[in-house]
């Protein structure tokens, strides 16, 4: 494996655009303990406790208690299909084989994670509310129907959940969800989140462009699943300062990104995510997860 490694990512509408990635390889043997249930009713007690929750105001947040906490490893993926032979390289980096992606969640369960969603992730960062045994979060850009045909079932079979960043403009569109299998995700206990209107890079937007692209997005979806959007990922990965703001402005709480480091003024908006290129085994994949995630 290369360090780091280099990617591309899948791009808004029916193109896909090349943008690079970099995953942190810092060594580390394990990832850091943090605060968990020590019995199976105690652990169903903390459950029921993490969904009745209401997350801290962002207004009330803590820099340094976020930036305290040891981090939460969250992937990221996009299409979840077999490799066409006359694909690019860089393309093949965002698209992994079903085959590969069932061995990734496979070894995660075998492993003994458990995934979490953003409110966990929120109120454990923000109050140090406790997490499941080795929490990680499944996250998923785009909408692509296969994430709900492939990997929502493959999830299933493990008690998984996850978070599904959509594009609206996509929705019904070809490879797309349509917005009916959208409403079946977040009725299974799914997370629906932002991921823009057409997946333009945030660094040129104006405020009439937030309106748009997260306003109007937001409002659609909150439409499609009867429940409040409070979370949202970067285009790209890609973020900058005056980004912060604007999502503070329109309700988000926290927003996801890939690489670099948390800001250390808005944690919460800087969220790190890995993304899985389309040739790790399961074994690399995991191994380059706890190296990434301190």
């Known amino acids: 494996m290369k360090n780091p490694v280099s990617f591309s990512c899948i791009a808004a509408l029916l193109f896909l655009s090349s943008c690079q990635y970099s995953v942190s390889t810092s060594l580390i043997p ?24 209401t997350p801290v105001a962002v207004s009330d947040i803590d820099a340094a208690t976020v930036l305290s906490k040891p981090q939460i490893p969250v992937l990221c993926y996009h299409q979840i299909r077999d490799w066409r032979g006359n694909e690019s390289r860089g393309v093949k980096d965002a698209v992994v084989p079903p085959a590969i992606f069932r061995s990734q969640l496979q070894i995660l369960a075998d492993s003994g994670y458990h995934t979490i969603l953003p409110d966990d992730l929120y109120n454990y960062l923000t109050k140090g509310s406790p997490l499941p045994p080795k929490p990680i979060m499944l996250t998923y850009d785009d909408g692509d129907a296969d994430q709900y045909n492939i990997a929502a079932p493959e999830m299933a079979k493990h008690g998984f959940k996850g978070v599904f960043f959509v594009m609206t403009v996509s929705l019904g569109r070809s490879i797309y969800m349509t917005k009916e299998q959208v409403k079946l995700l977040s009725d299974e206990g799914h997370i629906i989140a932002s991921h823009t209107y057409d997946h333009h890079d945030v660094r040129k937007y104006t405020d009439a462009d937030w309106d748009k692209q997260l306003i109007e997005s937001g409002r ?6 009867g429940k409040p959007v409070r979370y949202f990922a970067y285009p790209f990965g890609a973020w900058n300062k005056q980004a912060i703001p604007a999502l503070k402005k329109r309700n988000m709480i926290a927003a996801f990104q890939l690489s670099t480091k948390m800001d250390q003024d808005d944690p919460l908006y800087t969220i790190r995510r890995m993304m899985v290129p389309g040739d790790w085994s399961a074994t690399t994949m995991l191994n380059a997860m706890k190296r990434t995630f301190k």
């Open 30 to 53: 394990e990832i850091p303990a943090v605060p968990v249930a020590n019995s199976k009713s105690e652990a169903a007690e903390a459950e029921l406790d993490r969904k009745e929750e």
């Open 220 to 225: 659609q979806l909150e439409a499609i699943t």
